[in-house]
């Protein structure tokens, strides 16, 4: 049985850091891609970052590039950070982990989309205040 959790997330104040963790167990991911994604409160679920099989392609939305940065356990593969830094009241949201067989990147396309992912985390809260 497959099964992601997530872990770090927490409140603090704007400008301020958080580092996320997420563990999947249950079989083998060497050869899947990870991702992050997060909804916020009303609004939809969204792409955050994700990292290829490898940890060698990472792909960041556009609101948090240069402010996150995603990265795995190279020698287990099945375990993903999100380091997050300069963090606004905007990334207030539920953080979600989740993985997807395959690559993350291929024929000139990213595969960062909801549907793409198959195993999804329980979510971790992140809380930033003004």
């Known amino acids: 049985q497959v099964q992601l959790v997530e872990s770090g997330g927490g409140s603090v104040q704007a400008g301020g850091s958080l580092r996320l963790s997420c563990v999947a167990s249950?079989?083998?991911?060497?050869?899947?891609?990870m991702g992050w994604f997060r909804q916020g409160p009303g609004k939809e679920r969204e792409f955050v970052a994700a990292?290829?099989?490898?940890?060698?392609?990472?792909?960041y939305a556009d609101s948090v590039k240069g402010r996150f940065t995603i990265s795995r356990d190279n020698a287990k593969k099945n375990t993903v950070y999100l380091q997050m830094n300069s963090l606004k009241p905007s990334d207030t949201a539920v953080y979600y982990c989740a993985v997807k067989p395959g690559e993350l990147y291929l024929s000139g396309k990213y595969y960062y989309t909801a549907d793409e992912y198959d195993y999804w985390g329980q979510g971790t809260q992140v809380t930033v205040s003004s």
């Open positions: 990292i290829s099989w490898n940890g060698i392609i990472r792909y």
């Open positions: 249950g079989r083998t991911f060497s050869n899947y891609a």
